[in-house]
């Protein structure tokens, strides 16, 4: 039998106390697994910002007409959001699991009303990452 494919979508915000401090926000669809997925972002008006699609081999950034290919997923989704932000561990986050990643330190403590943050204190600068997410119907 099939595995169901896991879905959220939401809102995520990044913050990289870099100099001068970096931010990210936009609204997204994530579905899939660390192995093979997909996650959308948009403005919060619908313009479609990056759609990231990833398949083992295979990690592309879409953008309009624009097709990029990179080495991994993480390199992915550095390029998309300027930040590197471990989405194969954010799997783990948003279904409960607080997965160990090397400087990150997830609060899921929040997850039932539908909340994520987790904090990226090593390396420097510093990252905060917050999600605002509902679970989709499995595919």
Request: hydrophobic share 40%; proline share 8%; aromatic share 6%.
């Amino acid at each position: 039998m099939p595995r169901a494919t896991n879905a959220w979508s939401g809102r995520m915000s990044l913050r990289v106390d870099s100099e001068p401090v970096q931010t990210f926000s936009a609204l997204f669809e994530l579905r899939g697994s660390p192995e093979t997925g997909e996650l959308s972002l948009t403005t919060p008006i619908g313009s479609t910002l990056a759609q990231l699609h990833w398949s083992p081999g295979e990690a592309l950034l879409k953008n309009g007409s624009d097709t990029r290919r990179y080495a991994s997923l993480d390199a992915l989704i550095e390029a998309a959001t300027g930040a590197a932000i471990p989405v194969a561990a954010l799997f783990g986050w948003l279904e409960g699991r607080n997965d160990p990643v090397p400087g990150w330190r997830a609060d899921l403590g929040q997850l039932a009303s539908g909340r994520l943050q987790a904090l990226r204190e090593t390396p420097a600068p510093r990252a905060d990452l917050r999600i605002v997410f509902e679970r989709m119907p499995a595919s």
